[in-house]
């Protein structure tokens, strides 16, 4: 497919804009429709199978997170796996190379912010405001048919955004039209971007993705992404997908409970989800949100009476009417939990994390939190851990596999993550202490997460 004129770009609909913007002449296995969640949503045209590529997304911008907690990251190559240094044109942006200085993707900003703004006072010769306003700044370089398609996405006012960020710098005023289209890019990045990482190489980034920004969210979603070396989206079925149904992905974490997943998304994304996992208390019999209960001595567990009503009581399991707690006191106990497993995970002191973890029920929140943490992130090698980190590493491994299982949530990323990491301790184990560990075991793990893992199945590949 060629691209149209300027002037026939206007009159397409949206799905033939982003199969001109996919650059994909392959049969799609996506359609745009109306949704009973909420807007347009994609869906199936066909069954889809469990693991099928459904399609690959280019980007329409990238560049670095806009949130001022984050690591700065080089503009260049979107790392901070490498020490950075300001760029030496004096544009108050960091870098890591030369080769990131003047590569394509750091030149156009660089000499609009030479041009545009006055810099001073910073901190190392890098401002951290400026940085945050990059990806909405490349937007300005968009063509016609990648503007088209921004005008098309849903967008929506937040209360900060990175053109006032940008006024504190300028000298010289933007253009009306400019000013408009950055305001708009900004509410379209918060309302449609994903976050990325990548794998290893300390990739940090803010990507929108044309055809992604059409999919609707669920807390139980039937695909999974990953960002591949060219930065495109890739998304796949985590679940068999029926012909018609709504493909759906996830803005959230999976592995939180249900309160703060909803949070996150009214803070982040202005909605409150309804889906099936956020109307069950107990979230598919995992009690991810659980508290026991503080009537001694009951030892129940209390969940919330109405999981979509942030101001419902918390029930007791024990179904005795006087063992509740009020809503905001639960919040404030799972809040101080959060913040007590983030200061054990960072000391990685597993005596503490034993006695933290006998204090709450089994699969709470915080409790998965550590485990996350400890399966995935946590500092040094297999090989000089002790045979007891060893040991909880690997039944967190198995408590997280099993989580994912009841929350249905499929053969998705994640997993393949944690059974690579169970990989590497089952051998670890077996080198160690000489026992036999099941062979065939091992190897299914194996095959399993290379599967989950390997998303170049190009012979599936759709749009
Ligand atoms: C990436 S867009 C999804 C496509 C959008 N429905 C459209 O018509 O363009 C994200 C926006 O869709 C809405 N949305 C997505 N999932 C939702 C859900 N589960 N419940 C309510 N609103 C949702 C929210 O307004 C969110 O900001």
Same mark, same amino acid.
């Given at each position: 497919?060629?691209?149209?004129?300027?002037?026939?770009?206007?009159?397409?609909?949206?799905?033939?804009?982003?199969?001109?913007?996919?650059?994909?002449?392959?049969?799609? +296995?996506?359609?745009?429709?109306?949704?009973?969640?909420?807007?347009?949503?994609?869906?199936?045209?066909?069954?889809?199978? !469990?693991?099928?590529?459904?399609?690959?997304?280019? $980007?329409?911008?990238?560049?670095?997170?806009?949130?001022?907690?984050?690591?700065?990251?080089?503009?260049?190559?979107?790392?901070?796996?490498?020490?950075?240094?300001?760029?030496?044109?004096?544009?108050?942006?960091?870098?890591?190379?030369?080769?990131?200085?003047?590569?394509?993707?750091?030149?156009?900003?660089?000499?609009? +912010?030479?041009?545009?703004? $006055?810099?001073?006072?910073?901190?190392?010769?890098?401002?951290?405001?400026?940085?945050?306003?990059? #990806?909405?700044?490349?937007?300005?370089?968009?063509?016609?048919?990648?503007? @088209?398609?921004?005008?098309?996405?849903?967008?929506?006012?937040?209360?900060?955004?990175?053109?006032?960020? +940008?006024?504190?710098?300028?000298?010289?005023?933007?253009?009306?039209?400019?000013?408009?289209?950055?305001?708009?890019?900004?509410?379209?990045?918060?309302?449609?971007?994903?976050?990325? $990482?990548?794998?290893?190489?300390?990739?940090?980034? %803010?990507?929108?993705?044309?055809?992604?920004?059409?999919?609707?969210?669920?807390?139980?979603?039937?695909?999974?992404?990953?960002?591949?070396?060219?930065?495109?989206?890739?998304?796949?079925?985590?679940?068999?997908?029926?012909?018609?149904?709504?493909?759906?992905?996830?803005? #959230?974490?999976?592995?939180?409970? #249900?309160?703060?997943?909803? /949070?996150?998304?009214?803070?982040?994304?202005?909605?409150?989800?309804?889906?099936?996992?956020?109307?069950?208390?107990?979230?598919?019999?995992?009690?991810?949100?659980?508290?026991?209960?503080?009537?001694?001595?009951?030892?129940?567990?209390?969940?919330?009476?109405?999981?979509?009503?942030?101001?419902?009581?918390?029930?007791?399991? /024990?179904?005795?009417?006087?063992?509740? =707690?009020?809503?905001?006191?639960?919040? &404030?106990?799972?809040?101080?939990?959060?913040?007590?497993?983030?200061?054990?995970?960072?000391?990685?002191?597993? !005596? &503490? *994390?034993? =006695?933290?973890?006998?204090?709450?029920?089994?699969?709470? !929140?915080?409790?998965?939190?550590?485990?996350?943490?400890?399966?995935?992130?946590?500092?040094? &090698?297999? $090989?000089? =851990? @002790?045979?007891?980190?060893? +040991?909880?590493?690997?039944?967190?491994?198995?408590?997280?596999?099993?989580?994912?299982?009841?929350?249905?949530?499929?053969?998705?990323?994640?997993?393949?993550?944690?059974? %690579?990491?169970?990989?590497?301790?089952?051998?670890?184990?077996?080198?160690?202490?000489?026992?036999?560990?099941? !062979?065939?075991?091992?190897?299914? *793990?194996?095959?399993?997460?290379?599967?989950?893992?390997?998303?170049?199945? @190009?012979?599936?590949?759709?749009?």
């Amino acid at each position: 497919m060629s691209e149209p004129r300027d002037d026939l770009i206007d009159t397409l609909s949206v799905e033939q804009l982003l199969q001109l913007h996919l650059k994909s002449e392959l049969p799609c +296995l996506w359609t745009i429709r109306d949704s009973h969640i909420h807007g347009r949503g994609l869906f199936a045209t066909r069954d889809i199978e !469990q693991g099928e590529v459904i399609f690959r997304d280019e $980007t329409l911008v990238i560049g670095p997170r806009s949130g001022t907690s984050s690591d700065p990251v080089c503009v260049g190559c979107l790392s901070n796996s490498s020490p950075l240094s300001p760029c030496s044109k004096n544009c108050a942006l960091p870098v890591c190379s030369s080769q990131c200085e003047n590569s394509v993707q750091h030149s156009w900003e660089c000499s609009f +912010l030479r041009d545009h703004c $006055t810099v001073e006072n910073t901190k190392d010769g890098v401002s951290l405001d400026l940085v945050r306003t990059v #990806t909405p700044i490349r937007c300005l370089q968009m063509s016609r048919l990648k503007r @088209t398609i921004v005008r098309a996405l849903e967008t929506r006012e937040f209360p900060i955004c990175e053109v006032d960020v +940008l006024k504190r710098y300028l000298h010289k005023k933007l253009p009306a039209e400019d000013d408009k289209f950055l305001r708009l890019c900004c509410g379209t990045l918060d309302t449609n971007a994903y976050a990325g $990482t990548g794998h290893g190489k300390g990739l940090i980034f %803010r990507g929108l993705y044309a055809l992604s920004a059409m999919m609707n969210h669920s807390c139980t979603p039937n695909t999974t992404y990953w960002f591949d070396e060219a930065n495109r989206m890739v998304v796949k079925a985590a679940r068999t997908i029926g012909k018609e149904e709504e493909i759906l992905s996830t803005y #959230t974490s999976l592995l939180w409970g #249900t309160a703060t997943r909803r /949070s996150f998304l009214s803070n982040t994304k202005e909605f409150l989800c309804r889906c099936a996992r956020c109307k069950d208390p107990t979230e598919f019999d995992t009690n991810l949100s659980a508290i026991y209960c503080k009537t001694k001595p009951c030892g129940g567990i209390l969940l919330p009476g109405n999981p979509l009503d942030i101001k419902s009581d918390w029930l007791c399991s /024990s179904k005795i009417k006087e063992h509740k =707690m009020g809503a905001q006191k639960a919040f &404030q106990l799972l809040n101080i939990w959060s913040k007590v497993a983030q200061m054990l995970t960072e000391n990685e002191d597993l !005596q &503490q *994390i034993q =006695m933290f973890l006998k204090g709450i029920p089994e699969n709470s !929140q915080s409790g998965i939190q550590i485990r996350k943490y400890f399966v995935l992130q946590s500092k040094g &090698q297999i $090989t000089d =851990m @002790t045979d007891e980190i060893l +040991l909880f590493k690997e039944q967190s491994c198995y408590k997280l596999l099993d989580l994912i299982k009841r929350l249905k949530l499929g053969r998705n990323y994640l997993k393949g993550l944690i059974l %690579r990491e169970l990989f590497h301790l089952l051998q670890e184990k077996s080198k160690r202490s000489q026992v036999q560990v099941d !062979q065939d075991q091992v190897d299914s *793990i194996k095959t399993e997460f290379e599967k989950i893992l390997k998303f170049d199945v @190009t012979p599936q590949e759709s749009g």
